[in-house]
């Protein structure tokens, strides 16, 4: 089997205590590193670079076909994408320095973001652009802070890889930008919706009930918490350090409901959206807003504890405890026990105790973020009931045999038990690269390889 050479990933490595560590034997851990390590690399990268990488019109593509053919299609441009391929391509650059096609490809991809993705007028990223650069201001007229979060954690990624300082000034710049546009000194957190000077979209009497325009959310808020950590590691700036614990309380102990998953969407004052008050029908139409979203609380149960390791917390109690609560969770009521993986949407009905699956797939990202969290898991309760080490066997298993494109590469979309259909759906597209795939792989070959010691 070929050989690589393994050199520490830029991202929080938690601390392993041997005498807590999941009594298996250290060749176990040898073998599914061994795996991880291959997949990462053959099936993943090689597959994706330097094939996205963009050379004629700048940036990376975005659209690719199930057998991973370019798209004959105008290759739109989104911020959240390029900023994705541009931290993959840094962390690859790291991780296999003799390959430099990596590192090429980061240099590239800061020069999109730079020079095309940033409003030098206004300040800010631009969402969507076309192949050439032209902003698509019809198409897509905000800006987030969504958008910002990517853009600023791949650009600390990018300085940390290669050490070019013009990658941190935009960082730093970017940060600045959320802080005086984004920012709400209140009630703390960020605003998601902004127009193209910065100024913040209020939620009018006639905005459609579907729609989350105005509305504070969990999924900004946990990217610029995974974002402000990266950027913490290269810069340590005592208003970002500050921005960092705001973050992590927030999303610790303000966004999660009390059962132990994450609250969607809030009004500017962190008040839950919720329509679990209404019928069934209503409830199903404003599912968008409101339901239980299995993949984002078990990510968040590692962000929080890479964030709070980034702090110097170290094992937070309390950190800790949320996290442990909101993967238990996940596990109790959204994974499939015959099969492995963790299903889409739950609910709680009104006056159910337990949710209810109301989308039994289980999309590509969720599972490698699972993945991730269940082997964190096990390395600090290794004797819980909830058996977290043998979960992640389970579900590796699970994500080989239903996830995994072994003859094109890549990720299916969504698991093939689930939706066969996903074996001829896009590989690539502005929603889908390899961001979430690479840092769960990433991270779980350091902690096997942790174990192993």
Not at 7 to 36: D, H, M
Request: proline share 4%; aromatic share 14%.
């Amino acid at each position: 089997m070929k050989k690589f050479l393994v050199l520490p990933l830029i991202l929080t490595v938690l601390s392993i205590n041997g005498c807590n560590a999941p009594k298996k034997t250290e060749s176990e851990y040898k073998q599914l590193k061994t795996e991880f390590e291959t997949s990462l690399k053959e099936n993943l990268l090689d597959t994706w670079y330097p094939k996205a990488v963009d050379w004629e019109s700048g940036g990376y593509f975005s659209d690719f076909t199930y057998d991973f053919q370019l798209k004959e299609s105008s290759q739109e441009k989104m911020i959240v994408t390029q900023a994705r391929h541009l931290w993959s391509n840094s962390k690859a650059s790291l991780r296999y320095p003799e390959e430099e096609h990596f590192k090429f490809g980061a240099e590239h991809g800061f020069k999109f973001l730079k020079e095309i993705m940033w409003d030098k007028e206004n300040g800010g990223f631009f969402q969507l652009v076309d192949r050439n650069g032209n902003p698509l201001l019809e198409k897509s007229p905000l800006k987030t802070a969504y958008g910002m979060s990517f853009g600023i954690y791949a650009l600390a990624a990018y300085f940390e890889a290669t050490g070019d300082s013009a990658g941190l000034d935009l960082a730093i710049e970017a940060f600045h930008w959320l802080e005086s546009h984004s920012h709400d000194p209140i009630h703390k957190g960020y605003f998601q919706h902004l127009d193209q000077k910065g100024n913040r979209i209020l939620r009018s009497e006639d905005t459609p009930s579907t729609s989350d325009l105005g509305y504070k959310d969990q999924n900004s808020s946990i990217h610029l918490l995974e974002a402000f950590t990266e950027l913490y590691r290269v810069w340590k700036d005592p208003l970002l350090k500050e921005r960092l614990e705001e973050m992590l309380l927030l999303v610790r102990d303000v966004i999660p409901n009390e059962r132990g998953y994450l609250v969607l969407f809030f009004e500017h004052d962190w008040t839950p959206v919720s329509f679990m008050q209404f019928d069934r029908e209503t409830v199903l139409r404003h599912k968008s807003l409101d339901h239980v979203s299995f993949g984002h609380d078990v990510e968040t149960g590692f962000l929080l504890l890479e964030s709070a390791h980034a702090l110097g917390w170290g094992d937070d109690p309390k950190t800790l405890a949320q996290s442990k609560k909101m993967i238990d969770h996940a596990l109790n009521f959204g994974w499939d026990v015959e099969t492995g993986g963790f299903y889409d949407e739950g609910y709680y009905f009104l006056g159910k105790e337990t949710p209810e699956i109301i989308k039994d797939s289980k999309n590509w990202w969720a599972q490698a973020e699972g993945m991730n969290a269940l082997l964190v898991m096990s390395t600090y309760f290794p004797d819980d009931p909830m058996d977290y080490f043998g979960k992640f066997r389970q579900h590796w298993d699970f994500i080989q045999k239903f996830l995994i494109d072994h003859d094109h590469g890549d990720w299916y979309p969504g698991s093939i038990d689930k939706q066969p259909q996903m074996k001829t759906a896009d590989k690539g597209h502005i929603w889908k690269a390899n961001y979430h795939q690479f840092r769960a792989m990433a991270h779980t070959i350091k902690v096997l390889g942790d174990l192993q010691e």
